[in-house]
C-alpha cells in the first residue's frame, strides 16, 4: 500500500511539472534566456514556426493525458484494495 501511494505521488507530481513546463519556458525567455533550447538566440532573435509550437503543446498534451490516466487507475487500485481489506 505504501509503495502504491509513492508511486501515486510520484505521478501527480510528474502532472504538476509537465503542466508547468511551458510557465518555465515563458519565464526564461522573458528573463533573457534561450527558452531551455527553443530560441538559440533569446527571444529577439527567435523564429517561432508554427509547427514548433504545436509539436510542443500535443507531446505536453499527451503526456499530461497519459500521467492522469496512471493517477485514475492508481486512484481505482486503492479504492479496490481498501474494499478488499475491509471486508
Do not use: K, Q, W, Y
Not at 8 to 26: D, K, N, Q, R, Y
Not at 67 to 82: F, K
Amino acid at each position: 500500500m505504501l509503495l502504491l501511494r509513492l508511486l501515486f505521488f510520484g505521478v501527480v507530481f510528474a502532472a504538476v511539472v509537465v503542466a508547468a513546463v511551458p510557465t518555465f519556458i515563458l519565464v526564461n525567455l522573458s528573463n533573457g534566456g534561450n527558452g531551455f533550447g527553443i530560441c538559440d538566440g533569446g527571444l529577439g532573435n527567435c523564429d517561432f514556426s508554427f509547427v514548433a509550437s504545436v509539436e510542443l503543446s500535443t507531446a505536453l498534451m499527451l503526456v499530461l493525458i497519459v500521467l492522469v490516466a496512471l493517477v485514475r487507475i492508481g486512484v481505482h487500485l486503492s479504492r479496490r484494495m481498501r474494499s478488499e481489506g475491509g471486508s
